[in-house]
């Protein structure tokens, strides 16, 4: 495909276009929600607004269910080469980086991973979102990117700037006025096709929370109205019936406590009563509903503490399938990463490998029994391999680099025995 500026300024225009549109997700993830600019504002009367960040809840629980441990790589052929090879180039950044990205993406729909080579010659990847980022697929089944453009500014510096990404080369422009754009350098890279990774949260492509707005709205408002109700529920009014007090007396009573009023006369409070179960009712049901239609579990239930690992998963059912779907892309942008990783490899090492061979392993990150789970491997310790069962384990991190360990300390071992007999 050819790039022309044409083409670029048209992708420029649509990134413009959904950056002010997913601005909107971003705002209710920081807890920036409409009640702070569309609430009903009363005249002397209480006006607090509530903000319950959902968003920001279930976001950072979902994707801590998926990623709050580490993904463990895993060689079809049994080639230590390989998983050696990743460790080696990405375990010192890819946990946090899956965690970030795969939260951007449920913010907004999407995000993109950028790889790229950095000073000291290291294989890196950053994250770039739908409000600086636009990404040009070709709208096969493969979806494949022609085109990716990131508009950046600098420290200290005003102006605009767009890169362009091709699938070989990186375009620099400078943004001037009226959208217009002027070259000021280019360079090559090494991969062949462009380094950007689309991370989708859903088939989709939708916030995770887009369809809750709506209800985050509501318990919103809601809250802040009976706030504000109980809060001018203390400006209640004193009622004297068949008496007339002097306001110098009324300071007077209000300093003894005493208030004297003559022979048929009356003093009591009015106040306006609060139909609380109707309130309360209403407000559970909204977050019932939040909960169940996020497919989110609430903790803050009174929970048995003895339920077990097991039953724990019996009531994230709804949550695990949601996630395990969240699995499936994120595993693709994995091997899509691994691709451009193994590209870096064969240019600067001279080895070839397919990232076809590597096996991703994702773990949850929920309470483990321990015991339960020793008792299963070592059931299948005769069906499954060694290195596969450790996979199993949550505290190993790398079953491969596990393995190694457990065979050279055997073998360190059994030559301490053989000198012993020796001796």
């Not at 890819?94 to 991973?113: A, V």
């Not at 369809?211 to 706030?227: G, K, M, Q, R, T």
């Not at 009356?266 to 939040?290: C, G, P, Q, Y």
């Not at 090492?349 to 949850?364: H, S």
């Amino acid at each position: 495909m050819q790039i022309t500026e044409s083409l670029i300024k048209q992708c420029f225009t649509e990134l413009e276009s959904n950056s002010s549109i997913k601005q909107k997700y971003k705002d209710y993830y920081e807890g920036n929600h409409s009640i702070l600019k569309d609430y009903d504002m009363q005249d002397s009367r209480s006006n607090r607004k509530l903000i319950f960040n959902f968003p920001r809840k279930f976001v950072d629980n979902e994707t801590g269910y998926l990623l709050g441990k580490p993904v463990n790589f895993i060689s079809k052929s049994d080639d230590k080469d390989i998983v050696n090879c990743i460790d080696r180039n990405s375990s010192h950044w890819d946990k946090e980086h899956n965690i970030s990205l795969r939260k951007q993406s449920e913010i907004y729909g999407e995000s993109y991973e950028l790889n790229y080579i950095n000073t000291d010659g290291e294989f890196c990847a950053t994250i770039l979102t739908p409000l600086e980022c636009y990404v040009l697929e070709d709208g096969t089944a493969e979806r494949n990117v022609l085109l990716a453009i990131h508009k950046f500014k600098r420290r200290f510096d005003d102006t605009e700037y767009l890169d362009v990404y091709t699938d070989a080369e990186i375009l620099h422009y400078k943004l001037i006025k009226d959208s217009e754009i002027e070259l000021i350098g280019k360079h090559n890279h090494i991969f062949g096709r462009v380094p950007v990774i689309v991370c989708p949260a859903n088939s989709e492509r939708k916030s995770g929370f887009e369809d809750l707005i709506s209800l985050f709205d509501s318990y919103n408002a809601l809250n802040s109205d009976l706030v504000n109700e109980i809060a001018d529920h203390r400006n209640a009014y004193l009622i004297i019936e068949n008496a007339k007090i002097e306001e110098e007396d009324l300071l007077k009573m209000k300093q003894m406590g005493i208030i004297q009023v003559p022979k048929g006369g009356a003093v009591k409070w009015l106040t306006k009563d609060i139909n609380d179960s109707f309130v309360k009712n209403e407000l559970e049901n909204i977050e019932r509903k939040i909960y169940d239609m996020m497919d989110e579990v609430n903790f803050n239930e009174n929970w048995a503490s003895n339920t077990s690992s097991l039953a724990l998963r019996n009531k994230l059912l709804n949550l695990e399938n949601r996630v395990s779907m969240r699995q499936a892309f994120m595993e693709k942008v994995i091997k899509e990463r691994l691709k451009n990783l193994f590209i870096y490899i064969r240019k600067k090492e001279g080895k070839v490998f397919d990232y076809r061979d590597v096996a991703v392993k994702f773990t949850r990150n929920l309470p483990t029994d321990l015991v339960g789970l020793a008792d299963v491997i070592v059931k299948l310790k005769d069906v499954c391999s060694q290195e596969t069962l450790l996979t199993l384990l949550p505290f190993i991190e790398n079953p491969t680099v596990e393995l190694q360990k457990y065979k050279t300390e055997k073998a360190s071992a059994s030559e301490e025995d053989i000198n012993k007999n020796i001796i």
